[in-house]
C-alpha cells in the first residue's frame, strides 16, 4: 500500500476548507499523508487546521508566511514522505474513491505520472467543463486506463488537461528531475505541467472525474492583467529549455510555435492598456527569433491557425495587433 501525500496549500479558506479536508479524511484509500501548508492566513484557516489535525493524525500542518501557491507547495513536497504526491486546492474536493483506484492501478504499474479528469462545480450543479479536462481523442494509443502513454501520445501538446490538481506524481520521479514549482511568478501551474509532461516516461490517464473546482470561489468577472503579465514571457523560456533538456525542440517545434502564439496573444487582449506597448515590444523579441524562425517549413507554418499572428505581429504597431485580436 504505498504512501501517498497531499498537499493542500491554504491561504484564507476557512469558508471551504473543512469540505476539503473531509473529503480528504474520508477516502476509501487509508494510507494518507495529508499535508496541510498555511500560507500566512489572516483568517480562522488556521485553526481549523489545528482542530482536524487533533482529530486525525494523517494530517501535518507547516505554518509559513505567505509566499503564494507556489511557495506553499513546494514547502509541502519538500516535507513530503509518500512514494506519490497529490495537489488538492484548499476550496476544492474530491471523491471519495479518488486514491483507492489510483493505488489500484499503480499497482499494476508504476507510472510517472497519474492524470485523471476534473469537474466544475457552480453552487449546488455539478458538471464537467470540457476546457480544462482531459480529452481521450488528444491521446493516441489510449484504450483503457491500464494504458501506459508518453506526451508522445498526445496530439494536442501543451494545451490538454494543464492543471496540477488532476495529477499525482511519483515523487521519486520529481525529485530526480528536480521538478519544482517556479516561485514568485503567475502561471506557475502551466510550467510545472510542461515541465512534468515533457519530463515523463511513463504515464497514465483515467477519464473519470474525480476532482471538483469549487467555482463558488472564482470571479466571473474577465481577468485582466496588470505588470505580472510578463511573467508569461519567463514561463516560454523555461519551456524552451525544457524542450533544450530533453532533447525535444525539433519534436515539438511546431506545436511550440503554435502554443506560443495562442498563449501570447491571449494574454496581450487581456493586459492593462498601460502595459501593452511594452507588452506588444517583448513580444516581438520573444517570438521573431531569426534561428527559431528560420528552423521552420515556412510552406507548413503557413497553415499553421497562428501563423496570421505571427504576420500580424511582425507588421502591426501595438495598437494595430490589438486591434486585430480583439476582433479574432
Known amino acids: 500500500m504505498p504512501e501517498i501525500s497531499v498537499i493542500v496549500p491554504v491561504y484564507n479558506a476557512a469558508v471551504y ?6 473529503s480528504l479524511l474520508l477516502q476509501t ?18 485553526d481549523i487546521l489545528k482542530k482536524y489535525e487533533k482529530l486525525d493524525k494523517r494530517i501535518v500542518v507547516i505554518e509559513k508566511e505567505n509566499g503564494g501557491a507556489a511557495s506553499a507547495r ?10 506519490y504526491v497529490s495537489f488538492v486546492d484548499a476550496d476544492d474536493w474530491v471523491n ?3 486514491y483507492e483506484i489510483f493505488a489500484e492501478a499503480c499497482r499494476k504499474s508504476p507510472v510517472d505520472v497519474w492524470i485523471f479528469n476534473l469537474g466544475f462545480c457552480f453552487k449546488k450543479n455539478m458538471k464537467n467543463l470540457n476546457k480544462n479536462s482531459v480529452k481521450l481523442e488528444d491521446w493516441d ?17 501543451f494545451y490538454s488537461g494543464m492543471s496540477v490538481c488532476n495529477k499525482i506524481y511519483s515523487l521519486k520521479f520529481l525529485r530526480e528531475h528536480n521538478i519544482k514549482f517556479y516561485e514568485g511568478i503567475i502561471f506557475e501551474d502551466t510550467l510545472f505541467n510542461l515541465q512534468t509532461l515533457l519530463t515523463a516516461k511513463s504515464l497514465k490517464i483515467n477519464p473519470d472525474v474525480f476532482y471538483w473546482y469549487n467555482q463558488d470561489n472564482v470571479s466571473s468577472v474577465t481577468k485582466v492583467y496588470d505588470e505580472k503579465v510578463f511573467d508569461a514571457f519567463i514561463i516560454i523560456d523555461e519551456i524552451k529549455k525544457c524542450l533544450q533538456r530533453q532533447k525535444l525542440t525539433d519534436i515539438y517545434k511546431y506545436a511550440f510555435f503554435q502554443y506560443k502564439y495562442d498563449f501570447l496573444a491571449t494574454l496581450y487582449k487581456q493586459t492593462k492598456m498601460k502595459w501593452r506597448r511594452k507588452f506588444h515590444k517583448k513580444m516581438k523579441d520573444c517570438c521573431i527569433v531569426p534561428a527559431e524562425i528560420n528552423s521552420l ?3 507548413l507554418c503557413r497553415h ?5 499572428i505571427f504576420e500580424k505581429l511582425q507588421s502591426c504597431g501595438w495598437l494595430e495587433l490589438y486591434n486585430f485580436l480583439k476582433q479574432n
Open 29 to 46: 484509500y487509508p494510507n494518507l499523508e495529508i499535508i496541510c501548508v498555511n500560507d500566512g492566513s489572516t483568517d480562522n484557516s488556521g
Open 141 to 157: 494509443g489510449w484504450q483503457s486506463p491500464d494504458t501506459i502513454l508518453t506526451f508522445d501520445n498526445c496530439n494536442n501538446p
Open 297 to 299: 517549413d515556412k510552406k
Open 96 to 98: 471519495l474513491t479518488l
Open 17 to 22: 476548507l473543512e469540505k476539503c479536508l473531509k
Open 304 to 308: 499553421l491557425k497562428n501563423y496570421i
Open 74 to 83: 513546494n514547502a509541502g513536497l519538500e516535507a513530503a514522505t509518500g512514494e
